[in-house]
């Protein structure tokens, strides 16, 4: 399988690849935009993308607007006192086209997570564990991962990829049964900006109804707080109810919609960012 890529070019960091037929602009050190536009322009003729996908610092918005760049989400004080904006280019106008039935399930989804108030963490089920996942669990998470994810950009199947990024900056959290690893998710840090995603959440479907997900979440934001990490954001499926119920029921609010953003074991599907 081809893995997307992250590369280091010109005071940038891009994850790219065919499986989300995207460029992402994921870290820019704010020099030279027209720079910048010149090398992801490159990058995706030079691989047929069909979107551009950046978080840049809301001062420079204006510039990629002016570029056909649409906002799409919006997280305040992500840059210190500075928002985050989230924008899209659309390379082929089919990219863009949410079918309607499509689009009435996302709504629904929103409407619905939105109503929600905030309520704390569910208690861990009796019979089960939790805690933080070190290297000699890896093993145990790649089985997971390879159960619950068909299709994935980065290969969490390999026990060593995982290993590699708890080294780096990717701090995972599972629930055990006995020895048996059921549940899990990620905490994704960047330290220039003190964010952090929270992603990856994955649950044996034999384990399913336990609410995991919201217990996985309480347990990152608590480490993240040790870590003095302040600002905490994921990205969700727009089709999925459960995961934006989840963070609206956390105290997140909601950001924006990604369209058309995100390979989800096959398809591109859109997402809906949630911040707090």
Same mark, same amino acid.
């Given at each position: 399988m081809d893995y997307d890529r992250i590369e280091k070019q010109d005071g940038a960091v891009f994850h790219h690849g065919k499986a989300n037929n995207r460029l992402y602009l994921m870290k820019w050190d704010g020099a030279d935009p027209e720079r910048l536009l010149a090398t992801m322009n490159r990058l995706v003729i030079d691989n047929s993308y069909t979107k551009i996908f950046i978080k840049v610092p809301e001062a420079q918005a204006e510039f990629f607007t002016a570029q056909g760049f649409e906002k799409e989400a919006r997280i305040p004080s992500y840059y210190g006192a500075e928002a985050c904006i989230f924008m899209? #280019?659309?390379? $082929?106008?089919? !990219? /863009?086209?949410? &079918? @309607? $039935?499509? =689009?009435? +399930?996302?709504? !629904? &989804?929103? +409407?619905?997570? =939105?109503? #929600?108030?905030?309520?704390?963490?569910? @208690?861990?089920?009796d019979g089960y564990t939790m805690r933080e996942l070190y290297g000699d669990d890896c093993t145990r998470l790649a089985?997971? *991962? /390879?159960?619950?994810? #068909? +299709?994935?950009?980065?290969?969490?199947? $390999?026990?060593?990829?995982?290993? /590699? +990024?708890?080294?780096?900056?990717?701090? *995972?959290?599972?629930?055990f049964s006995g020895d048996k690893l059921v549940a899990a998710s990620s905490a994704e840090m960047d330290e220039d900006t003190s964010s952090v995603e929270f992603t990856d959440f994955a649950t044996n479907p034999k384990y399913r109804g336990n609410s995991f997900a919201s217990t996985l979440l309480g347990?990152?934001? /608590?480490?993240?707080?040790? !870590?003095g990490i302040t600002t905490w954001y994921t990205i969700a499926r727009a089709l999925s109810a459960g995961m934006n119920i989840t963070f609206a029921k956390a105290g997140y609010r909601y950001a924006g919609t990604l369209v058309n953003n995100t390979d989800i074991s096959g398809t591109i599907e859109s997402m809906n960012v949630w911040w707090r």
């Amino acid at each position: 399988m081809d893995y997307d890529r992250i590369e280091k070019q010109d005071g940038a960091v891009f994850h790219h690849g065919k499986a989300n037929n995207r460029l992402y602009l994921m870290k820019w050190d704010g020099a030279d935009p027209e720079r910048l536009l010149a090398t992801m322009n490159r990058l995706v003729i030079d691989n047929s993308y069909t979107k551009i996908f950046i978080k840049v610092p809301e001062a420079q918005a204006e510039f990629f607007t002016a570029q056909g760049f649409e906002k799409e989400a919006r997280i305040p004080s992500y840059y210190g006192a500075e928002a985050c904006i989230f924008m899209g #280019k659309f390379l $082929d106008p089919a !990219r /863009k086209i949410v &079918n @309607p $039935d499509i =689009r009435e +399930t996302m709504n !629904r &989804n929103l +409407t619905l997570a =939105r109503g #929600k108030k905030p309520e704390a963490p569910p @208690p861990l089920a009796d019979g089960y564990t939790m805690r933080e996942l070190y290297g000699d669990d890896c093993t145990r998470l790649a089985d997971l *991962y /390879k159960l619950v994810f #068909k +299709t994935y950009p980065f290969p969490v199947h $390999d026990p060593s990829y995982l290993e /590699k +990024t708890m080294e780096e900056h990717i701090a *995972y959290f599972g629930i055990f049964s006995g020895d048996k690893l059921v549940a899990a998710s990620s905490a994704e840090m960047d330290e220039d900006t003190s964010s952090v995603e929270f992603t990856d959440f994955a649950t044996n479907p034999k384990y399913r109804g336990n609410s995991f997900a919201s217990t996985l979440l309480g347990t990152m934001q /608590k480490a993240m707080t040790e !870590r003095g990490i302040t600002t905490w954001y994921t990205i969700a499926r727009a089709l999925s109810a459960g995961m934006n119920i989840t963070f609206a029921k956390a105290g997140y609010r909601y950001a924006g919609t990604l369209v058309n953003n995100t390979d989800i074991s096959g398809t591109i599907e859109s997402m809906n960012v949630w911040w707090r």
